[in-house]
């Protein structure tokens, strides 16, 4: 059924940038908001930035000004630039996908930023 592939995680020095591209396949219904959230070890699980149908967008407080959330040029895809990256970024980063009422997610992807 519904898939969501994330890809660009990776080793990035502090003060550099990634970008995170995430595509959404399978669904019969039209994606109603897609999302990125991030887990670093020990911690919650924790929204960075959100993107709806309309392309009305939310971040957390942390995230506004470095990073920024976008559609991507094909259908059912989001991207996350990442820029002025901090050690405390370093997380795994999970695509989201709101169809309805029911969220899907990938399976993460590895962001390390070194100093």
């Known amino acids: 059924q519904v898939q969501l592939v994330e890809s660009g995680g990776g080793l990035v020095q502090a003060g550099g940038s990634l970008r995170l591209s995430c595509a959404a396949s399978?669904?019969?219904?039209?994606?109603?908001?897609m999302g990125w959230y991030r887990q670093a070890p020990g911690k919650q699980r924790e929204l960075v930035a959100s993107i709806t149908s309309s392309g009305s967008t939310n971040y957390a407080d942390s995230m506004e000004g470095r990073f920024t959330i976008s559609r991507g040029n094909f259908k059912n895809t989001v991207l996350l630039q990442m820029n002025s990256l901090k050690a405390e970024d370093t997380a795994v980063y999970y695509c989201?996908?709101?169809?309805?009422?029911?969220?899907?997610w990938g399976q993460g992807t590895q962001v390390t930023v070194s100093s």
């Open positions: 989201n996908a709101r169809i309805t009422s029911t969220v899907y």
């Open positions: 399978g669904s019969k219904f039209s994606i109603n908001a």
